[in-house]
Nanobody, 122 residues
Framework: VQLVESGGGSVQAGGSLRLSCAAS????????MGWFRQFPGKEREGVAA???????TYADSVKGRFAISKDNDKKILSLQMNSLTPEDTAMYYC??????????????????WGQGTQVTVS
């Protein structure tokens, strides 16, 4: 499975960005996909996740501001980010794995990763 992110960029505080992650390669019916972010010098942290049933999970820091969604036909994972603050500035990564994931915001649960896309909020 290959994951390719797009949609990052620079935005002013209070603005919005939409990240996309295109998946290609072999797929299965049971999976989970997520968005992670990494601040300079920090561990990668989970932001949002969605499983094959559509169940979503969000980090407390983004609840009410970010929305994760998926388009099964196009194999695209999206993250709509609203009310952005400078604290959201980070490299954002798309991640995926097959099967049931019990801790969907835990980095170690995922085996497939994209290359990342930078989000800068000023």
């Amino acid at each position: 499975v290959q994951l390719v992110e797009s949609g990052g960029g620079s935005v002013q505080a209070g603005g919005s960005l939409r990240l996309s992650c295109a998946a290609s390669g072999a797929t299965q019916d049971d999976y989970c996909m997520g968005w992670f972010r990494q601040f300079p010098g920090k561990e990668r942290e989970g932001v949002a996740a969605i499983d094959s049933h559509g169940t979503t999970t969000y980090a407390d820091s983004v609840k009410g501001r970010f929305a994760i969604s998926k388009d099964n036909d196009k194999k695209i994972l999206s993250l709509q980010m609203n009310s952005l603050t400078p604290e959201d500035t980070a490299m954002y990564y798309c991640a995926g794995n097959y099967g049931t994931i019990y801790l969907p915001l835990r980095r170690a649960e995922y085996g497939y990763w994209g290359q990342g896309t930078q989000v800068t909020v000023s």
